[in-house]
C-alpha cells in the first residue's frame, strides 16, 4: 500500500462522507473514489459500505483504519526524528501532562543534566491525553505517562512512581476538613460535579461536570464552587490557599511512568532513561 492511499483512506473513514474527505484533502472526489476503490481490489476486500444513506466502514475497514492510523503515525514519526537528528544541535523533545509530576520532572531534569553527554531537553506541556499521541507520531522523543489513565501500548516503559489520589474541593467547603473521603462520598457531593475529560478523538463524555482541557481551568471552577477533582496527590504542589485536598482511600493508585518508542537508538535518550530509573 502506498502512504497516499492510506491518506485518503483514513479521511474517508473519519469523515464517513467523500465530500468531506475530498474537501479536507484538497482533492476532486472522483479521483479519491477511484483510489479507495483501487485499494479495495488490491486487499481483495471491501472496506466501506456504499449505499443511500450514508457510508459505514466494514469490519475490515474498521481494522485498516486502526493500522492506518499507526502506519501513518509511525511515517510523520521517522521524518520527525530524523530531521531532528540531523539538526546542528542535537537534543531531546519530552513531552508532559501540564500541571503533573512537577516535582519528579524537575528532580529528573537536573538528574539528567549532571549526566556525561547530557544535550538539551526541550519540554513541552501538554493537555489531557495529548500526550501519548504526540510521542507516538514523532513530536516527542519521550514522554511521562499516567496509569491507568494513558496507553503505554507499543511502548517502552519504567515505572517511576506510584501514588494516591485526593479530592480538590474549595476550601470553604464542610468536607474540606476531613482527614479522609471515599468514592462515594465524592459521588455524592452536591453542586460540585467531577469535570468532563476529553476522550482520545477530542469528543467529552456525556454528564453534568463542566468540560475541561488544562488544570489551571480546572482549579479556578473548583476555586469558584463549580466542580471537584479526584487528582494524584503531587497536585498538592500547585495548589492556592483556596483549595483544599482531602485524601480518596479508594481511589486507585496513579502510576508515573517515563515512554519511549522501543526501536529508539539515542544515545541522548539512554542517558535520560538511566536517570529516570536512579531516581
Known sequence: METRE??????????????????????AQPPLSRAIQQLERRLGTALLDRTSRG?????????LLVEGRAALDAVEAA??????????????VLVTKAGASGELLAKLLDAYAAEPGAVAVDVQLCGIAEQERLLRDGRA????????FDSTTGFDTEELSTEGQVVVLPRWHPLAGRSHLRMADVAELPGLPLPRWPCRDGTYPDG?????????QLLQLIALGRASAILPESCRTMLSPDLAAVPVLDAPKVTTVIAWPPHSRSLALAGLIRAATRL
Not at 463542566?210 to 489551571?216: G, K, S, T, Y
Open 6 to 27: 492510506l491518506r485518503y483512506f483514513v479521511a474517508v473513514a473519519e469523515e464517513l462522507h467523500f465530500g468531506r474527505a475530498a474537501q479536507r484533502l484538497g482533492i
Open 55 to 63: 457510508v459505514t466502514l466494514t469490519e475490515a475497514g474498521k481494522v
Open 79 to 92: 521524518e520527525r526524528r530524523t530531521r531532528r537528528a540531523a539538526a546542528d544541535r542535537p537534543g531531546l
Open 141 to 148: 522523543d519521550v514522554a511521562l505517562l499516567h496509569l491507568p
Open 208 to 216: 453534568p461536570g463542566p468540560e475541561v482541557r488544562e488544570h489551571v
